[in-house]
């Protein structure tokens, strides 16, 4: 028996920011969250698109407190910029969703010329948690939670090809990047805890959600809709996680059905490699030089 989405108790008095929040999971977790009373940030890379989704959301939530905010996990200006204007107008935040993603894209180099996949999935996200921990710190009992995948299962950490320096496969780097993801969610647990802090670091997988993440990939995007489940209920992995108090930092979530693809959340495991705490702790140094943000 899993998590069910009948026990997301009132968030009122909550704030919360959710990256990519304008389409698929994200969205669906902001419809959840809003519905509920909390505070929440759509943090997007394209404004006009995070407007329409208010749009959306207010018409099955009019009284939901809801705004934009711009954040291209592609740029650390933007990753900056966004921050500062959190920092400045926030007196607290309670959860933070590392939710944006991308998969399976053609070559390509994030502003700061990262790896697509790697520059904006990991190093974009971990930049953002550590440019907000000040303000998560301070808001007792915060949480980050930060979307992982089953595809963590067949990755590794190459370090001499986080860039594709060597070569560009993007299914391996799609997997090594939430792989990274996955093992940057421990790492920042562990730290935390280190340092006596309340803030929880916590991992999520929303199994198969037909969202628009395979994008790029038109032909696994048709196979995979005969297996998957909608993004409202791939976003249950990620609210179970952002508020089930029975939860300790450094669990991973994800759909306790079938082969891991839907169905109510549970604790799930994750692989032997995810659990390596020196390559986390390397990932996390590499992390740190390439984005210049330092924390924990
Ligand atoms: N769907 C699944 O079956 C599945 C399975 C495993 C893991 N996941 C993970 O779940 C998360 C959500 O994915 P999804 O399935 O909901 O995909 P999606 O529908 O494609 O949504 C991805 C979101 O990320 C945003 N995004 C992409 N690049 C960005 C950037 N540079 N800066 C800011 N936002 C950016 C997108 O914005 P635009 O609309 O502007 O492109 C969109 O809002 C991802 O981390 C993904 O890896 C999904």
Same mark, same amino acid.
């Given at each position: 028996?899993?998590?069910?989405?009948?026990?997301? @108790?009132?968030? *009122?008095?909550?704030?919360?920011?959710?990256?990519?929040?304008?389409?698929?999971?994200?969205?669906?977790?902001?419809?959840?969250?809003?519905?509920?009373?909390?505070?929440?940030?759509?943090?997007? &890379?394209?404004?006009?698109?995070?407007?329409?989704?208010?749009?959306?959301? &207010?018409?099955?939530?009019?009284?939901?407190?809801?705004?934009?905010?711009?954040?291209?996990?592609? *740029?650390?200006?933007?990753?900056?910029?966004?921050?500062? !204007?959190?920092?400045? &107008?926030?007196?607290?935040?309670?959860?933070?969703?590392?939710?944006?993603?991308?998969?399976?894209?053609? @070559?390509?180099?994030?502003?700061?010329?990262?790896?697509?996949?790697?520059?904006?999935?990991?190093?974009?996200?971990?930049?953002?948690?550590?440019?907000?921990?000040?303000?998560?710190? %301070?808001?007792?009992?915060?949480?980050?939670?930060?979307?992982?995948?089953?595809?963590?299962?067949?990755?590794k950490i190459d370090f001499d090809n986080l860039?594709?320096?060597?070569?560009?496969? %993007?299914?391996?780097?799609?997997?090594q990047?939430?792989?990274?993801?996955?093992?940057?969610?421990?790492?920042?647990?562990?730290?935390?805890?280190?340092?006596?802090?309340?803030?929880?670091?916590?991992?999520?997988?929303?199994?198969?959600?037909?969202?628009?993440?395979?994008?790029?990939?038109? =032909?696994?995007?048709?196979?995979?809709?005969?297996?998957?489940?909608?993004?409202?209920?791939?976003?249950?992995?990620?609210?179970?996680?952002?508020?089930?108090? *029975?939860?300790?930092? =450094?669990?991973?979530?994800? @759909? =306790?059905?079938?082969?891991?693809?839907?169905?109510?959340?549970?604790?799930?495991?994750?692989?032997?490699?995810?659990?390596?705490?020196?390559?986390?702790?390397?990932?996390?140094?590499?992390?740190?030089?390439? !984005?210049?943000? %330092?924390?924990?």
């Amino acid at each position: 028996m899993g998590w069910k989405i009948d026990s997301l @108790p009132d968030q *009122s008095g909550k704030t919360c920011i959710v990256t990519g929040a304008n389409v698929g999971i994200g969205f669906a977790t902001v419809n959840y969250l809003a519905a509920k009373g909390a505070n929440v940030i759509l943090a997007c &890379r394209n404004v006009d698109k995070g407007i329409a989704a208010l749009a959306d959301i &207010r018409k099955a939530t009019p009284s939901a407190d809801v705004t934009v905010e711009k954040l291209d996990l592609a *740029s650390l200006a933007s990753v900056r910029s966004f921050a500062d !204007t959190v920092l400045a &107008r926030y007196q607290g935040l309670d959860v933070l969703i590392n939710n944006a993603g991308v998969a399976l894209p053609p @070559p390509g180099k994030t502003e700061d010329g990262f790896e697509i996949q790697f520059g904006t999935n990991v190093l974009g996200h971990f930049a953002l948690t550590g440019l907000l921990l000040p303000l998560l710190s %301070k808001t007792p009992g915060a949480r980050i939670v930060t979307l992982s995948s089953t595809a963590h299962w067949f990755a590794k950490i190459d370090f001499d090809n986080l860039n594709a320096e060597r070569n560009y496969d %993007k299914t391996k780097a799609y997997g090594q990047s939430k792989l990274a993801d996955l093992m940057f969610a421990y790492e920042l647990q562990r730290r935390l805890e280190k340092t006596g802090s309340t803030t929880m670091s916590l991992a999520v997988h929303p199994g198969v959600a037909m969202s628009e993440l395979f994008r790029y990939s038109a =032909g696994l995007n048709f196979f995979l809709g005969f297996l998957s489940q909608s993004i409202h209920e791939g976003a249950w992995p990620t609210l179970m996680a952002a508020v089930d108090p *029975s939860l300790k930092g =450094g669990e991973f979530i994800g @759909p =306790g059905g079938f082969l891991t693809i839907k169905g109510e959340p549970t604790v799930q495991r994750s692989s032997d490699r995810s659990h390596d705490p020196a390559v986390a702790s390397r990932l996390w140094d590499v992390a740190q030089t390439l !984005t210049g943000v %330092k924390y924990l």
